[in-house]
């Protein structure tokens, strides 16, 4: 059944200004790239809503996480934080969040990109917990003289993305190319979320996934024969030689320029802009089974539970989450912006923009993290399980033993009710 929004608070306030000077404070990442957009969208925001005496203090936090986790422990959290996407269902499902719902304008959410709404709706009660002011994606970034030289197709849209055939060929061919050490980067020196976030569309672009998302249990899919086929297949690239190892370094394909293609998301633009100027190619992600995939999601906006100036909160959202903020969050940050309206202010984004692919990969690709309280266990078992693959270790077994991992997580929290 198609969710109906009610009328959001906004619209009663724009009418007639609060009894009396509120302010709120928001927790944000503490990000270099983010920092100018934040500190705009506190200055913006601050003036136009002086009269009213509303006003915002944006705190960007080090050491986020734990700090959000700390705050919430003591019952000291501020009026609004940002969460990272795929983490909402477990916050939401330990009480920590509240629906925004009723605080964003329906303008807004009918604008958004249909996976950012996925990634911050909570599929037990269907209301929206998160929203995000951008998109992220993973692209193969390539560089046009080795491309060139080796004789490769160079794909121009989503639709005429590499088979996994196409995409072997390619390795092989750019193996043999003078100055290319290794024809790949799988940011193998990166950690953490990255080794689910970025090798998922390995599985969910044959058909497979890190879990069942209706059973939600994880043997029979994440360890099927088609994840083991498709992995084992990865293994043997690592094996070739052709996969760059860890102990490179992150600049093996913009700075040394010893790698031919780097698989990895729209936060390293600017520094292979830098990197390789006009030899910079970006390219779709491969069909590596009948469709492609990609990754997608990351920051949100979010409200906790324990607060309650939601007149001010709902003004807030709707301004950071506004047509000309999304954009700017774009701008600042090389993020794609969330909504459909802010994507033609961006050129970089609009069509024929260079990341106009992944534009079309946010719109029409992406696939969402499971949206599930044991997303922090299912991320943490596949990631581990791609590290061994790519170490040598027997794929059937890697997999076997993160489906195992994640079934007991949630038969131990007694299936998550309701998820079970």
Known sequence: MKAVHTLP??????????????????????????????????????ERYAEQGISVDIVPIPGYNDAIQSAYRSNDLPDIIMVDGPNMASMVWGGQLQPLDDLVDNSILDDMLRPIIDQGTYGPDGKIYALGP?????????????????????????????????????????????????????????????????????????????????????????NSEASVESLERLQSWAQNGWIVPSSAGDNSFFGSKTSALSWVGNWMWPSHREGLGDDLVVIPAPKFGDRAASPNGGWAWAVPSSSTENEALSLFLNH?????????????????????????????????????????????????????????????????????????????????????????????????????
Do not use: C
Request: aromatic share 12%.
């Open 320 to 420: 950071v989450l506004s047509t000309e903020q999304v954009a700017k969050y774009g701008e600042y940050t090389g993020y794609v912006p969330s909504r459909h309206s802010s994507l033609e202010l961006v050129p970089a984004f609009a069509p024929g923009g260079e990341l106009e692919i992944m534009t079309q990969q946010a719109s029409d690709i992406a696939v969402v993290r499971p949206v599930h309280p044991a997303y922090p266990v299912i991320s943490n078992s596949y990631g581990q399980a791609i590290q061994r693959i790519l170490d040598g270790a027997n794929v059937q077994q890697a997999l076997d033993r993160a489906a195992r991992r994640i079934d007991e997580d949630i038969e131990d929290n007694m299936g998550y009710p309701p998820f079970n």
């Open 9 to 46: 608070l906004i619209s009663v306030l724009m009418l007639a200004p609060l009894a009396q000077a509120t302010s709120i404070t928001a927790w944000v990442i503490d990000g270099a790239a983010e920092r100018p957009f934040f500190n705009q969208a506190e200055d913006t925001f601050n």
């Open 134 to 222: 951008y998109d992220s994606s993973v692209v193969l970034w390539g560089n046009r003289a080795y491309l060139e030289a080796a004789g490769v197709r160079i794909p121009e849209s989503i639709d005429d993305a590499w088979t996994y055939d196409e995409f072997e060929e390619a390795l092989a061919a750019l193996a043999e190319v003078d100055g290319v050490r290794w024809p790949l980067d799988l940011k193998r020196n990166y950690d953490g979320e990255w080794f689910s976030y970025g090798f998922a569309p390995f599985l969910q672009s044959v058909g497979s996934d890190l879990i069942d998302r209706d059973t939600w249990t994880a043997d029979g899919t994440l």
